[in-house]
């Protein structure tokens, strides 16, 4: 029996990538803003409907750039209910991570939350797209404008996802992406800032280049977070596959729900109509109440020994509960549906190439365990 991973990368054939790479060898141009990164650039704002794109080496980076851009300081108001790199990158900047709440059915950060946490010292606030579903935007959007701080959207997670007809992306001052190999567009390694202006694309574009405005001038303290062509060309293969990869994962999504919509214990996602979803992660949610002995942390151990299939308890531990963030948060009991979705969510394997056998497989390992 083969493992299943809660994902695999999906890869264009090599066919397809390999006039690319020619090209590359033919020029020898490795990167600084080649030709293969300008044009994923013109294909992605296209994709996405968005107005400009910076491309960077990875998510991580691209996050850390766009803040670094807004000149700030003092304290983000963010989540504690997501990846480590959205931390890292506030606490990059010598800024102060300020933990809000979660909405417990979106698992995003609630804006009223936010709100209460604002203080004099707040300079921006951080929320993400977690599994790619949105956060109230128009919300956080009015929050933003009575406060006047800036909402940068850690949108890792959200590639393709529109509302109500537009882009997900192009709300807030920025949404940075992910383009990991666990993301369903990958480069390898890669990531993006989606900006308003071209002024501020620019400005980000200099950032990631050392600061240099030209050969003999720097004008910021920049730092070295370029795409490479390589990663690029990968991108722009994989591009015509995106629908399709899209397609593909929300028919499994589908399937998930209905076998596991009827188990008591179990929460499946909750889809909204207006929303163009990418299916990014599958989150089931193991309800701990009652006399129940199944739980979600048993359910991970099961699927893993019985049928080698890798769930994943993301996000579990919650950001503060790493000893490098602890001293961030004063106040736990502050964030009771935080606390309680690491506790009692777990991901499934979605992947755009998962065979008929293994999203079967997977389906046989989560009704099994509450049988
Ligand atoms: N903000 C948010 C909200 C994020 O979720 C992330 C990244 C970021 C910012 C930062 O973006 P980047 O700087 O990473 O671009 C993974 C990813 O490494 C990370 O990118 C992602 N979020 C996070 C949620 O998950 P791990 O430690 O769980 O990954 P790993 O290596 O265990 O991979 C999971 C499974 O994927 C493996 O069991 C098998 C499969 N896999 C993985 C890789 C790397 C492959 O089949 N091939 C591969 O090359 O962190």
């Known amino acids: 029996m083969e493992p299943i991973y809660v ?6 054939p090599l066919s397809e990538v390999f006039p690319l790479l020619e090209d590359i060898w033919k020029t020898r141009v490795l990167t600084n803003s080649g030709p293969f990164h300008e044009l994923l650039e013109e294909t992605l704002c296209k994709q996405l409907d968005i107005s400009n794109i910076s ?5 991580t980076l691209a996050l850390l750039v766009a803040l670094k851009s807004l000149r700030l300081s003092g304290e983000v108001i ?10 890292n990158s506030i606490c990059w900047n010598g800024l102060t991570p ?15 939350k936010v709100e209460q946490r604002i203080t004099p010292n707040t300079c921006a606030v951080l929320p993400v797209h977690c599994y790619g579903n949105p956060c109230d935007v128009d919300k956080f959007k009015s929050l933003g404008e009575n406060y006047n701080l800036p909402i940068i959207y850690d949108a890792s997670h959200a590639f393709g996802v529109n509302i109500g ?6 709300y807030g001052d920025f949404a940075t992406l992910s383009f990991h190999a666990t993301k369903v567009f990958n480069t390898f390694e890669g990531g993006a800032v989606v900006s308003a202006g071209l002024s501020t694309k620019k400005s980000l574009d200099r950032l990631k280049n050392f600061g240099f405005v030209d050969e003999l001038t720097v004008a910021s303290n920049g730092i070295n977070a370029k795409m490479s062509e390589f990663s690029a060309a990968v991108g722009l293969c994989q591009i015509h596959h995106i629908e399709s990869c899209l397609e593909k994962r ?3 999504a589908r399937i998930y729900s209905s076998q596991f919509g009827q188990l008591s214990q179990v929460r499946v996602p909750i889809y909204s109509t207006n929303v163009s979803h990418n299916i990014a992660y599958y989150p089931i949610r193991i309800s701990s109440h009652g006399a129940s002995s199944k739980t979600r942390d048993g359910l991970v151990e099961w699927m893993r020994e019985n049928y080698l299939v890798y769930a994943r308890r993301y ?12 001293s961030f948060c004063d106040d736990p009991t502050s964030l009771p549906n935080a606390i309680s979705a690491a506790s009692e969510v777990v991901c499934l394997p979605i992947y755009a190439e998962m065979k008929e056998d293994e ?3 997977v389906v046989d390992s989560v009704i099994t365990y509450f049988k």
């Open 7 to 12: 994902t695999r990368p999906y890869l264009p």
């Open 55 to 59: 491309l960077f080496s990875n998510g």
């Open 78 to 87: 963010t989540t504690p209910y997501t990846f480590i790199a959205t931390a």
């Open 98 to 112: 300020v933990f809000a709440d979660i909405d417990p059915v979106s698992y995003n950060l609630d804006p009223c």
């Open 165 to 170: 007809g537009t882009s997900l992306l192009s």
């Open 250 to 252: 929300r028919r499994i």
């Open 315 to 326: 996000f579990f531990p919650l950001i503060y509960q790493f000893p490098y963030f602890s």
């Open 359 to 361: 999203i079967s497989r």
